[in-house]
């Protein structure tokens, strides 16, 4: 029975993405370097200086995910649904401050963190100062003699430069791959 390969109206055509506006080598470099430290502050447990990479308006956040039919046209991420983080700079400090508080059961002994941060794209924005930055990450934590967590998903991060002359962490918006957490805790930060 012969196969027909050719066009049919029913194929997707290809459509050409538009070609990006490349930022600066200088700018790729200094927001490579701001996320890889920021990661190694978070793997170290230094969260007050990991606190120190925000702006005072920061906005993170990491909404619950849910498994959805294509028909279904809601939107996938929506800030009227439930999140995992839904945090300004005070709330930040204070999951910061439990984290470090002795009555912290869950956190003695603690948890042993690595952060994985890879994809790292910058695109320049309107606004002057600053950027956006989209990322991948995968995240494993090690707690007690055998337990292990593993979390991975994409960052889109709005970075702005401050008064200093560095980078500051505006806003984040966490997207992980699981629609429910397989871990105990979230006591990490992404």
């Known amino acids: 029975m012969p196969v027909n390969l050719g066009e049919t109206p029913i194929l997707r055509k290809p ?41 005072e308006d920061v906005h993170y956040w990491m909404p619950g995910i849910q498994s959805r039919h294509r028909r279904d046209k809601k939107p996938r991420l929506d800030p009227r649904r439930m999140a995992f983080f839904d945090d300004d700079l005070l709330n930040m400090r204070r999951r910061v401050t439990r984290f470090l508080d002795p009555t912290a059961w869950a956190e003695d002994p603690p948890t042993r963190s690595c952060h994985i941060i890879s994809n790292i794209e910058v695109e320049l924005t309107d606004a002057p100062g600053q950027c956006r930055v989209y990322s991948a990450f995968v995240n494993c934590r090690g707690r007690g003699e055998a337990e292990e967590y593993w979390l991975s998903g994409r960052r889109n991060d709005v970075l702005r430069r401050v008064e200093d002359g560095g980078l500051r962490l505006a806003s984040r918006e966490i997207v992980i791959t699981q629609t429910v957490l397989l871990a105990k805790n979230l006591n990490v930060f992404l």
């Open 15 to 55: 459509v050409a993405p538009p070609p990006p506006m490349l930022p600066p080598r200088d700018l790729v470099f200094e927001v490579e370097q701001f996320l890889y430290r920021e990661a190694r502050l978070l793997d170290d447990e230094r969260y007050q200086e990991w606190l120190g990479l925000m702006t």
